[in-house]
């Protein structure tokens, strides 16, 4: 059974302190783009998250990267950051009507990110799981949500995600529940631990252990080394993203790139 793809990234491109450590002196922001696609794999767009983008940009946006590259859109926060997600139809009818397919090929996974006082609602979450469309003018979607309350943690969500086909996303930062679970057609990690005295984020042995944990992830397997909230999942491929978030955000594209050399 061949492996998933593995897709390297960073969140966004245009930030100020990368013009001194990733792009080149003098690089118009117009160019900033397509010079992050030629070193990363993977963009984690966060726009999506506070406002509507046009079909227009979307499709430039596509243009500016290579083959095989994937953008993931943050879901809006008028779809994720309610009291009761379940009643939040329309406003995911809005976000997916936008015209993000435009993206072509080069759409990735959507982000559902929850907000860190929201708790585990059964009823809720089975609602807002079920708002999810499988695609969107013919175009097959792929969901991850990202939950940041402890009352996560828990075998009766992974079911539900798992039930839904979604990806539950794996952060290894220290405010949030970590848990590794694997559960949609995709494995999704945010990665927050980068630290500014190192050149590349990461020490070497830890870039080469998250190297063998997206390489487990692609072949569908559960690293034994990391937290989980219920059984494994079924050993099946899966297409891995990890992106480089947050920490000492300056190191993002080093980071990320010293990743994609290991793999």
Request: net charge neutral.
């Amino acid at each position: 059974m061949a492996a998933g793809a593995i897709r390297v990234g960073i969140g966004g491109w245009d930030y100020e302190p990368w013009r001194e450590t990733f792009y080149p002196p003098g690089l118009p922001k117009a160019k900033q783009l397509e010079h992050a696609a030629r070193h990363v794999t993977a963009i984690e767009i966060n726009a999506t998250y506070y406002k509507l983008q046009s079909p227009d940009l979307f499709a430039r946006w596509a243009k500016a990267v290579p083959d095989g590259f994937k953008f993931a859109l943050k879901g809006s926060r008028y779809c994720s950051n309610r009291r009761l997600l379940a009643e939040g139809g329309e406003a995911v009818a809005r976000f997916c009507g936008q015209g993000f397919t435009e993206l072509g090929d080069r759409l990735g996974p959507i982000v559902w990110q929850l907000m860190a006082t929201k708790r585990f609602d059964p009823d809720d979450m089975r609602g807002f799981l079920a708002l999810l469309p499988r695609e969107v003018a013919g175009v097959r979607l792929s969901h991850a949500i990202e939950v940041r309350h402890e009352s996560f943690r828990d075998p009766a969500f992974v079911a539900m995600a798992r039930a839904a086909g979604v990806a539950i996303v794996f952060g290894d930062g220290a405010e949030f529940p970590c848990f590794a679970d694997l559960s949609g057609d995709i494995a999704y990690a945010r990665l927050m631990g980068a630290r500014s005295e190192e050149p590349a984020g990461y020490s070497p042995a830890e870039l080469d252990r998250w190297a063998a944990i997206a390489s487990a992830w692609a072949a569908g397997e559960s690293p034994a080394d990391l937290p989980y909230a219920a059984e494994a999942a079924p050993v099946r491929p899966r297409d891995t993203y990890v992106f480089m978030i947050n920490g000492a955000k300056e190191r993002a594209p080093a980071a990320a790139m010293a990743l994609l050399e290991r793999l």
